[in-house]
């Protein structure tokens, strides 16, 4: 456990040390900042005012940008030591495979999550100041989603990292998983049971397979929770789970894939020939 706890700080570390994450703090930051300064909290949309208005639009943006910058920066971690040659010393120190790899996760997960987490808690605290309400109920359950959804794909990422053997191989691996995912969202899947005459119960068990589109439904479900928006697969999703079990099933399943994934990645790493 020292180890581990060691090598997800050094991470950590390493992380904050990187231009990346920079980036990416700024990018969130950034996004909170502009919905304020264009005066979200003042609309209305949908019944939504304030803050609600504000957390609405922000996690609509986040579906499109957690997972392609978990992905790609995750990536790195395996291919990337492995041909910068730290495995070879890696060997020679009294660190354990298991405490080396599920220490990266951790330490990983605590630095793609962070600036997601920062960003949503400015936002409240800004609002507070204000004097504007918060919606403390969608915060957290958008927290939990994003939580989840970091997760799911920081596993994905490292499953990736493991199996391919160099960081340019790994990221186009990555950018093809995040490519396709996007595809499966709702218009390609109404396209295909428009052709093939698919039952609505398949194309939407296809749908509810993608992690990304698990996110933007259980998203829209918030605010919307008769899902009209989605049109008759509602019946079909509402019938299946109900509003409160959706809403569960949101959290769980990208957890498990997240989870699935890591799992495959360290059986992977540990029986590789890691130099």
Avoid at 39 to 54: D, M, N
Avoid at 215 to 224: G, Q, S
Wanted: proline share 4%.
């Amino acid at each position: 456990m020292n180890t581990l706890l060691l090598t997800a700080k050094l991470d950590i570390v390493e992380s904050l040390r990187a231009r990346w994450f920079l980036i990416y703090s700024l990018v969130f930051g950034g996004i909170v900042a502009l919905l304020f300064a264009f005066g979200l909290t003042e609309s209305r949309v949908l019944g939504f005012i304030g803050l609600s208005r504000l957390l609405v639009t922000y996690i609509q943006l986040t579906m499109a940008i957690l997972p392609v910058f978990v992905l790609i920066t995750t990536v790195r971690s395996v291919a990337g030591d492995r041909e910068a040659g730290v495995f070879e010393y890696l060997l020679s120190l009294p660190v354990s495979l298991s405490a080396w790899f599920w220490g990266k996760i951790v330490g990983r997960y605590v630095t793609i999550f962070l600036p997601v987490f920062v960003a949503m808690l400015g936002a409240v605290v800004w609002s507070l100041i204000q004097g504007i309400e918060v919606p403390w109920g969608m915060f957290f359950y958008y927290t939990a989603l994003l939580a989840a959804m970091a997760w799911c794909f920081l596993g994905i990422g490292m499953l990736i990292s493991t199996l391919a053997r160099s960081t340019d191989v790994a990221q186009g691996a990555a950018f093809m998983v995040w490519l396709t995912m996007l595809l499966f969202l709702d218009l390609i899947l109404l396209g295909v049971m428009i052709q093939g005459h698919v039952a609505p119960e398949v194309a939407v068990g296809v749908a509810l397979a993608n992690p990304l589109q698990v996110f933007r439904t259980a998203a829209l479900a918030m605010f919307d929770p008769q899902l009209i928006v989605l049109g008759p697969s509602a019946y079909v999703i509402l019938d299946l789970f109900g509003a409160a079990g959706y809403q569960i099933y949101a959290l769980i399943y990208p957890v498990l894939i997240g989870s699935l994934c890591a799992l495959a990645g360290y059986l992977t790493f540990r029986r590789s020939d890691l130099p």
